[in-house]
C-alpha cells in the first residue's frame, strides 16, 4: 500500500512542475506553453491550468510554431525519429482545462496533409522556429 501512494504522489506531482526545475518554458498564447523539462529533444506544447498543471498537448520535439485566435500549431520532430517531420494542431474552440484532448488536437500530419488542412481549415502555417538552447 505504502508503494502505490508513493507511485500515485510521483505521477501528481510530474504534472505540477515549479518552473524553478524546467529546462526551458515560454508562453505561446493564453494558457499554451512551450516547455521542455530535461533538455530541448524533449521540448512540446502544454495547456496550463490555474494550478500550474500543465497538460501535454502536442508531444515530441517541436521545431515551429504558430498561433492564432483559433489555433496552435507545432511542427515536430517525432522522438524515435531524426529525418521524419509531422504536424499537429490544436483547434482552441475545442480546448479548455477540462477538455478531452483528443477532441481539441488534430494530428499527426505528413506535410500533405498538412497543406490541405491550412487550405481547407485556415490552420496557420508553423513559421516561428523553436530555439534550441
Same mark, same amino acid.
Given at each position: ?19 524553478? @526545475? ?5 508562453? /505561446? ?8 523539462? *530535461? ?5 512540446? /506544447? ?11 498537448? #502536442? ?5 515551429? #510554431? ?5 489555433? /496552435? ?27 478531452? *484532448?483528443?477532441?481539441? @488536437? ?16 485556415? @490552420?496557420?502555417?508553423?513559421?516561428? @522556429?523553436?530555439?534550441?538552447?
Amino acid at each position: 500500500m505504502k508503494g502505490w501512494l508513493v507511485g500515485a504522489a510521483s505521477l501528481a506531482a510530474a504534472g505540477c512542475v515549479p518552473g524553478s @526545475v524546467l529546462f526551458y518554458d515560454q508562453p /505561446i498564447d493564453g494558457p499554451y506553453r512551450l516547455r521542455a523539462l *530535461a533538455d530541448a529533444e524533449e521540448m512540446h /506544447i502544454c495547456y496550463e491550468r490555474q494550478n500550474g498543471a500543465c497538460e501535454l498537448r #502536442i508531444p515530441g520535439r517541436v521545431t515551429a #510554431i504558430a498561433h492564432d485566435e483559433d489555433f /496552435i500549431v507545432a511542427a515536430v520532430r517525432p522522438m524515435n525519429s531524426a529525418d521524419e517531420k509531422v504536424y499537429y494542431y490544436v483547434v482552441r474552440d475545442f480546448d479548455g482545462p477540462r477538455a478531452d *484532448a483528443k477532441r481539441a @488536437v488534430r494530428g499527426p500530419f505528413d506535410q500533405s496533409d498538412f497543406v490541405f488542412e491550412m487550405r481547407h481549415h485556415g @490552420v496557420p502555417a508553423p513559421n516561428l @522556429v523553436v530555439p534550441r538552447r
